[in-house]
């Protein structure tokens, strides 16, 4: 999935896709966290939030780097 959007959206490079995954897993992982903070009051901190959403956003800006970095190979110009 994170391949056809970073295809979509043009990206062909390593830092392209790592700056885009890295605003889309921010948004989604705040999102996500939020809602568990909202509903598992005592299960989160603010620091286990703050550390799940730096971690992911960091895991998934990596692979969508090399996802990109993967999409513009073929595309030589």
């Known amino acids: 999935m994170l391949a056809i ?3 979509k959206m ?6 392209d896709g790592a700056m885009t995954g890295a605003l889309l897993s ?6 996500y966290d939020l809602s568990f ?9 603010t620091k286990l939030l703050v550390i799940d959403i730096v971690v992911n956003t960091i ?3 990596l692979a969508c ?5 993967i999409l513009g ?5």
């Not at 043009?10 to 830092?15: E, H, L, T």
């Not at 780097?65 to 970095?69: H, T």
């Not at 190979?73 to 110009?77: C, E, L, P």
């Open 5 to 7: 959007v970073l295809d």
């Open 10 to 15: 043009g990206k062909r490079s390593f830092m």
């Open 26 to 31: 921010f948004l989604l992982f705040l999102g």
């Open 37 to 45: 903070v909202a509903f598992f009051v005592d299960m989160y901190t």
């Open 59 to 61: 895991m998934w800006s």
């Open 65 to 69: 780097g090399v996802i990109g970095l």
């Open 73 to 77: 190979t073929g595309n030589k110009q």
